[in-house]
Nanobody, 121 residues
Framework: QVQLVESGGGLVQSGGSLRLSCAASGSIGSINAMGWYRQVSGKQRELVAVIGRVGSTNYADSVKGRFTISRDNAKNTVYLQMNSLKPEDTAVYYC???????????????WGQGTQVTVSS
């Protein structure tokens, strides 16, 4: 009953900016950490950024200083502001959330469908 829906991917020139959004919906009790991952075809998925319930953040070294993760708890939404984009940022970006469902004690990870980000040189 829980779903993550992403938006904001697209094509951008090197040095440009893009903002990704991912909203969680369904039978949600609470959301703990939320994050963004990316995957290039033929390679393993890697962590980009993660944000805790009240705003603590961690970033991959490759994006620190360029990307900013944030969340709006009232909207169950996580954002990724991407600035100074490079061709090596090209990947499918996936949102992730640790969610406890209504009437349940434990939480588990959920994934979005992925959105393509392409940065041209």
């Amino acid at each position: 009953q829980v779903q993550l829906v992403e938006s904001g991917g697209g094509l951008v020139q090197s040095g440009g900016s893009l903002r990704l959004s991912c909203a969680a919906s369904g039978s949600i009790g609470s959301i703990n950490a939320m994050g963004w991952y990316r995957q290039v075809s033929g390679k393993q998925r890697e962590l980009v950024a993660v944000i805790g319930r009240v705003g603590s953040t961690n970033y991959a070294d490759s994006v620190k200083g360029r990307f900013t993760i944030s969340r709006d708890n009232a909207k169950n939404t996580v954002y990724l502001q991407m600035n100074s984009l490079k061709p090596e940022d090209t990947a499918v970006y996936y949102c992730n959330a640790d969610i406890r469902r209504l009437l349940e004690v434990g939480a588990r990870e959920y994934w979005g469908q992925g959105t393509q980000v392409t940065v041209s040189s």
